[in-house]
């Protein structure tokens, strides 16, 4: 590994600096040809990146959640889901994070999340959904699903992508295969008189069949300085940042499928944050709901 690549936690339950609510600049970003080279040639390449993100993620989602998250409802619902959904939350103190990941001159909380879980029957049928079409919808390519399925995400540009170095690999790294990973600009919208808002993010995407499990990391990038962006000076669009994990897993011998999903936010602007925090658990769970409708509208052929 270079200087610069990121570094997995240093143990099962620590955090680790890279799955942060931190606009990362493109100096820090993995080798890709659009990038300009960094300082030394010291940008990691895409196989350590990812397989640093995901390590990461997956000690976050299966040993840290577990560990210190606190369960808010464990029977909220979202129609047309027949799944109960369990929402939980966290506050990550400046002094837990990494020295590399502390944000400076503060202390406190550093990052607000929150989280949900909800177990599925495995079937492709209305108020559920088949492992396959978890996979397809919300793993593979995971910022163009959601542009899909949520009303509220008004564009999903795509910046640039590591497609090309990431087919040498045969898109595997380590035990994750089918691994994806690209930029992309996440425009939402936002009721007026708020701007919309766009959240620039490195989305990295990964599924481990030995394990009958997947993973989606969504990373906050600073856009200014990026090539290919479309919205970094637009008028009238506010700037927010957003880090999110999703993990999916085949659980009672197949039958079932246990989703999760687990994301800080800072929208920017105006909007303080203590109105933020009251939103988010709501939309957490309203996803839910909209995936499997999406799913019923893919099966009709509607979507």
Same mark, same amino acid.
């Given at each position: 590994?270079?200087?610069?690549?990121?570094?997995?936690?240093?143990?099962?339950?620590?955090?680790?600096?890279?799955?942060?609510?931190?606009?990362?600049?493109?100096?820090?970003?993995?080798?890709?040809?659009?990038?300009?080279?960094?300082?030394?040639?010291?940008?990691?390449?895409?196989?350590?990146?990812?397989?640093?993100?995901?390590?990461?993620?997956?000690?976050?989602? /299966?040993?840290?959640?577990?560990?210190?998250?606190?369960?808010?409802?464990?029977?909220?619902?979202?129609?047309?889901?027949?799944?109960?959904?369990?929402?939980?939350?966290?506050?990550?103190?400046?002094?837990?994070?990494?020295?590399?990941?502390?944000?400076?001159?503060?202390?406190?909380?550093?990052?607000?999340?929150?989280?949900? /879980?909800?177990?599925?029957?495995?079937?492709?049928? /209305?108020?559920?959904?088949?492992?396959?079409?978890?996979?397809?919808?919300?793993?593979?390519?995971?910022?163009?699903?959601?542009?899909?399925?949520?009303?509220?995400?008004?564009?999903?540009?795509?910046?640039?992508?590591?497609?090309?170095?990431?087919?040498?690999?045969?898109?595997?790294?380590?035990?994750?295969?089918?691994?994806?990973?690209?930029?992309?600009?996440?425009?939402?919208?936002?009721?007026?008189?708020?701007?919309?808002?766009?959240?620039?993010?490195?989305?990295?995407?990964?599924?481990?069949?030995?394990?009958?499990?997947?993973?989606?990391?969504?990373?906050?990038?600073?856009?200014?300085?990026?090539?290919?962006?479309?919205?970094?000076?637009?008028?009238?669009?506010?700037?927010?940042?957003?880090?999110?994990?999703?993990?999916?897993?085949?659980?009672?011998?197949?039958?079932?499928?246990?989703?999760?999903?687990? /994301?800080?936010?800072?929208?920017?602007?105006?909007?303080?944050?203590?109105?933020?925090?009251?939103?988010?658990?709501?939309?957490?769970?309203?996803?839910?709901?909209?995936?499997?409708?999406?799913?019923?509208?893919?099966?009709?052929?509607?979507?």
């Amino acid at each position: 590994m270079s200087a610069t690549s990121p570094q997995s936690p240093a143990s099962n339950t620590s955090l680790g600096p890279v799955v942060r609510l931190r606009n990362r600049v493109h100096t820090e970003l993995p080798s890709h040809p659009a990038l300009p080279p960094a300082t030394n040639n010291a940008r990691p390449s895409i196989a350590e990146y990812a397989a640093a993100a995901l390590a990461e993620a997956d000690t976050f989602m /299966t040993s840290y959640l577990p560990r210190t998250f606190k369960t808010k409802s464990k029977d909220k619902r979202s129609p047309p889901s027949t799944a109960p959904v369990e929402l939980l939350t966290h506050e990550i103190s400046c002094a837990e994070l990494p020295a590399s990941a502390k944000p400076k001159g503060s202390s406190g909380t550093a990052e607000t999340w929150f989280a949900r /879980t909800s177990i599925h029957e495995n079937a492709a049928k /209305t108020g559920a959904a088949s492992w396959e079409e978890f996979d397809r919808g919300t793993r593979a390519n995971h910022c163009e699903r959601e542009d899909d399925y949520t009303p509220d995400v008004l564009d999903a540009h795509l910046v640039f992508d590591w497609s090309e170095e990431l087919a040498k690999l045969d898109k595997k790294v380590g035990e994750w295969e089918d691994v994806g990973a690209e930029v992309r600009e996440m425009v939402h919208n936002i009721p007026p008189p708020l701007n919309d808002r766009a959240f620039t993010v490195m989305c990295i995407w990964a599924k481990r069949p030995a394990r009958n499990d997947w993973l989606v990391v969504q990373l906050p990038v600073d856009p200014r300085g990026l090539p290919g962006t479309k919205y970094a000076d637009r008028p009238k669009i506010t700037a927010g940042q957003y880090v999110s994990i999703e993990r999916g897993e085949l659980v009672d011998d197949g039958k079932n499928v246990r989703w999760q999903m687990g /994301t800080a936010s800072d929208a920017g602007g105006v909007l303080p944050m203590w109105a933020q925090k009251l939103g988010v658990p709501g939309a957490v769970v309203k996803d839910v709901g909209l995936f499997m409708q999406y799913c019923e509208d893919q099966r009709k052929g509607k979507a």
